[in-house]
């Protein structure tokens, strides 16, 4: 079996690499797999340059069970996601959901929309172990949250020049994860870091389907959550919590009601910060809040609320 230095110089000889690993086949033990290393599997050479790198605001965290990778054959730039077995609950007020990683759920995924631009594309391959390790073609963007956050503007401005725009990509955004629905996938981690905005085509993508979760009343409300928060942090150009609201100068009446049911010390009652924002919106911001009184069983409901909101803006 070629080396890993033999590898990198036969199908990418002008690479500088500055320390050569050894090949893997077997991925079972990831933690062991570093820079320099070589995994071969599905047919290909992949070289690792690092553990993949997962922040936002006060964290940081790495996720050593995918790596940052270079495909030797094509050069093409991978993220390979290794198998790693994790469960966890999570506390939605007095509910508890069972909630863990699939690699075989994500690779139904990758199947189901492969093709379909809306969402990250990759394939699954079987290691030597017969891991099933996912290969995951690198997305060039920025995610979401961060694209609002960026945009240099103050809220009235962002809200009238911009937001229109980006409301309607996050309305087709929300239609993709309806198509999942739709089939019986459920994404399973909707967050603000998984919503890609691609540099060169501007389309919003779907990344990360790992995760599942036990549910036994709307198996899609997770998800459906998920886009409530989203829909808040591009509504609001940031998510915003007492803190945020003092920092920004503003005094607000808030009370319990205008809260998120699931991360609770966010606002979902947006109108309250920013009165312009339009009542059919802060409506469909409120399905979210914690004294909801009607919540949506489907995101073809959310969207057609979105959609009505366009033409108020």
């Not at 609950?89 to 690779?107: A, F, H, M, T």
């Not at 607000?252 to 979902?268: G, Q, T, Y």
Request: aromatic share 8%; net charge neutral.
């Amino acid at each position: 079996m070629p080396s890993a230095r033999e590898l990198v110089e036969h199908f990418q000889p002008g690479l500088k690499v500055r320390r050569f690993g050894r090949v893997v086949n077997d991925t079972s033990e990831f933690m062991s797999i570093g820079p320099g290393d070589v995994i071969a599997v599905g047919g290909r050479h992949h070289l690792v340059h690092r553990d993949a790198v997962e922040e936002g605001p006060g964290y940081r965290d790495t996720k050593y069970w995918v790596k940052k990778c270079v495909e030797l054959e094509s050069g093409d730039p991978k993220l390979l996601k290794l198998v790693f077995h994790e469960r966890f609950d999570l506390q939605y007020g007095c509910v508890k959901i069972r909630c863990y990683r699939s690699p075989r759920k994500e690779g139904r995924i990758l199947d189901l929309v492969r093709g379909d631009a809306r969402f990250m594309q990759g394939r699954t391959a079987r290691d030597a172990a017969g891991n099933r390790v996912r290969i995951i073609d690198i997305i060039a963007g920025k995610r979401i949250d961060h694209v609002v956050a960026n945009i240099r503007a103050d809220h009235a401005t962002y809200f009238r020049d911009r937001f229109p725009a980006i409301l309607a990509k996050f309305a087709g955004a929300c239609e993709a994860i309806g198509h999942l629905h739709d089939r019986g996938e459920r994404h399973g981690d909707i967050n603000l870091d998984h919503l890609m905005r691609e540099y060169a085509t501007g389309a919003y993508r779907w990344i990360d389907f790992d995760y599942a979760y036990e549910a036994s009343a709307n198996p899609f409300a997770l998800d459906l959550f998920g886009l409530g928060r989203l829909l808040a942090c591009i509504t609001g150009k940031g998510m915003h919590t007492a803190h945020t609201v003092r920092e920004l100068g503003l005094a607000p009446d808030l009370d319990r009601a205008d809260f998120s049911c699931v991360h609770k010390n966010e606002i979902m009652n947006l109108k309250k910060l920013y009165p312009y924002v339009p009542e059919s919106l802060n409506r469909t911001l409120l399905h979210f809040s914690h004294e909801a009184e009607v919540a949506y069983d489907a995101v073809a409901e959310l969207v057609t609320d979105l959609r009505g909101s366009l033409s108020d803006l």
